[in-house]
């Protein structure tokens, strides 16, 4: 294994540069990363998870929606005025929160050219420390150790660390896919090879890569010379899967809850789940699902064409 450094990951970047083309139209002008999953922005999740492990610097990379993720993690000095004056202390609090997680530092990534792309233009800010990188569009829930887990076997074995889940194998072709060996930890595997989104009958395993990685600084030299793969784009995976092949890169299995909020039917299964968790909508919202739920087969008996509103 190439020597790594052994300073510890203290950077956290969170590429959010992306068109979110499968979110059409709401993400015209609003970055997917800021539709509100209950009442914040999926980006808002991602950085307090950053910040409960550790993560006190966090570099967004963002694309043409800039000032929307911009604007959220900045103080906003006339809305603070207001609710101040109002004596509102929990909604001044909640608006606080999101500026008070971290150093948050924003850096452009003109074309949207692939996450590879993306995490490069991380590189002036991480200079040759590891870091890790969390997609803006994937949460994981607050209750899960996923994140310390990683930084935890980057500290022990150094190289990179990926995140896999296992998932159904008509499915992994909307992944990256690691192919995988037996590693020296329970639930941590070492990663050969990786390839992106492949076909069910290509596939190395059923191991499906997520939204979170550390990684050890030498991937950008990686990175500088990737040429564009699948889609067209420079694929993260694909400057990873180099270092896969040195041996320098392993994966923690994730077993766990992970909401991706990039896709319509996944984000709304999230806000569902997030708000029947929630202490105070929780309650009064699982009530009505409950309710809800029952008059859907009754619809559907009435009208087998589909929606309650449908002609
Ligand atoms: P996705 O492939 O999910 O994002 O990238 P996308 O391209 O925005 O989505 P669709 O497929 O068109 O709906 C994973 C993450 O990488 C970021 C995205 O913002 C997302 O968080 N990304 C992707 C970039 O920052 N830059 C890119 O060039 C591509």
Redesign the pocket.
């Known amino acids: 294994m190439t020597p790594h450094t052994t300073k510890t990951v203290r950077k956290a970047v969170?590429?959010?540069?992306?068109?979110?083309?499968?979110?059409l139209p709401a993400?015209k002008a609003t970055?997917?990363?800021m539709l509100p999953v209950v009442d914040k922005p999926a980006i808002q999740y991602v950085v307090e998870e950053a910040s409960a492990a550790g993560l006190d610097d966090v570099l967004m990379?963002t694309?043409r929606h800039k000032r929307a993720i911009e604007d959220h993690f900045d103080q906003a000095s006339e809305l603070e005025r207001a609710l101040e004056a109002k004596g509102d202390l929990a909604r001044l609090d909640a608006v606080r929160s999101a500026s008070a997680l971290a150093r948050i530092h924003h850096i452009r990534?003109g074309?949207?050219?692939?996450?590879g792309?993306?995490v490069l233009c991380a590189r002036s800010h991480v200079g040759d420390e590891p870091f890790a990188v969390l997609?803006?569009?994937?949460l994981i829930d607050e209750r899960e150790t996923l994140l310390k887990d990683m930084l935890d076997v980057r500290t022990r074995h150094g190289g990179s660390v990926i995140a896999l889940m296992e998932v159904d194998p008509a499915q992994i072709h909307l992944y990256g896919c690691a192919a995988v060996a037996p590693g020296e930890q329970d639930g941590v595997v070492r990663v050969t090879g990786l390839v992106e989104k492949p076909a069910a009958d290509a596939a190395p395993s059923n191991y499906a890569v997520i939204?979170r990685y550390v990684l050890d600084p030498q991937v950008f030299d990686v990175l500088e010379r990737t040429e564009p793969g699948r889609g067209g784009?420079i694929q993260l995976t694909d400057a990873i899967e180099e270092l896969a092949a040195k041996g320098e890169v392993r994966g923690v299995v994730f077993r766990g809850r992970r909401y991706d909020t990039?896709?319509k039917a996944d984000y709304l299964r999230t806000v569902v789940r997030l708000a029947c968790d929630r202490p105070d909508l929780g309650p009064e919202f699982r009530t009505w699902l409950k309710e809800f739920v029952s008059t859907l087969d009754l619809d559907l008996d009435l009208n087998p064409e589909g929606g309650r509103f449908a002609a």
């Open positions: 969170v590429p959010a540069a992306g068109l979110g083309t499968r979110f993400t970055p997917k990363e990379v694309g990534q074309d949207p050219l692939g996450l792309h993306a997609l803006g569009d994937d939204g784009e990039g896709d």
